[in-house]
């Protein structure tokens, strides 16, 4: 093997390391709604949403802009929820749990 393959490798299995770690601290949840900025949906680089967790707690997230864009969050949309050191963070899910045929309420 030469030092590409190596290299190649070891990153993948850094980040599938750095995903499993991340998806055991976090926690599901559904977007309630999304706060308003002062400067718009399309200036402001980090959008913050108040979330709805699997235990029924609502907190306060934050999310790049380009991410929920990428990842088509809206309200209602299945995310998960880590903690970092500035707070709360959104992220698309791997995998989305099946709807249980049954509406959301909030």
Do not use: H
Not at 8 to 32: D, M
Not at 57 to 78: D, E, F, L, P, R
């Amino acid at each position: 093997m030469d030092i590409e393959l190596i290299t190649l490798a070891f990153l993948i299995v850094l980040f599938v390391t750095a995903e499993v770690y991340r998806s055991l601290k976090s926690s599901r949840g559904v977007i309630v709604s999304f706060e308003d900025s002062d400067l718009g949906f399309l200036v402001s680089p980090v959008l913050t949403a108040r979330v709805r967790l699997e235990d029924g707690a609502i907190v306060q997230a934050t999310a790049n802009s380009c991410a929920v864009c990428m990842g088509k969050m809206a309200v209602g949309t299945q995310v998960r929820v880590y903690c970092s050191s500035t707070g709360y963070v959104l992220d698309s899910p791997w995998f989305r749990k099946k709807s249980s045929g049954s509406c959301v309420s909030f």
